[in-house]
Nanobody, 123 residues
Framework: QVPLVESGGGLVQAGGSLRLSCAAS????????MGWFRQAPGKEREFVAA????????YYSDSVKGRFTISRVNVANTVYLQMNSLKPDDTAVYYC????????????????WGQGTQVTVSS
């Protein structure tokens, strides 16, 4: 069983909203900071948002700040990404990852990755 499984992706119109979920198993969830990353065709994987072990500290890329919100519910072993005011440039495969307890924007610092979920935003 893979430790991280994303869900909630789909097709939305520009200006719409979507909430992604990532369920963890086989991990002591509160030992890890969590991150969301995305990868569009022909582009490198890029940082979107991160959250520390307790949920008290969050980080966002400049491109999504003010539009996206990361949160976690440790008792449910789940991290979320609420995406509002979506733009066509947000179209990508979105991945969740488990890594440093304090949260990180750096891809190589993450130890576990999910399979990804497709988000497509039409104009």
């Amino acid at each position: 069983q893979v430790p991280l499984v994303e869900s909630g992706g789909g097709l939305v119109q520009a200006g719409g909203s979507l909430r992604l979920s990532c369920a963890a198993s086989g991990l002591t969830f509160s030992m890890y900071g969590m991150g969301w990353f995305r990868q569009a065709p022909g582009k490198e994987r890029e940082f979107v948002a991160a959250i520390n072990w307790s949920g008290g500290v969050t980080y966002y890329s400049d491109s999504v700040k003010g539009r996206f919100t990361i949160s976690r519910v440790n008792v449910a072993n789940t991290v979320y990404l609420q995406m509002n005011s979506l733009k066509p440039d947000d179209t990508a495969v979105y991945y969740c990852a488990a890594g440093p307890r304090g949260g990180s924007y750096y891809v190589p610092s993450y130890q576990y990755w999910g399979q990804g979920t497709q988000v497509t935003v039409s104009s």
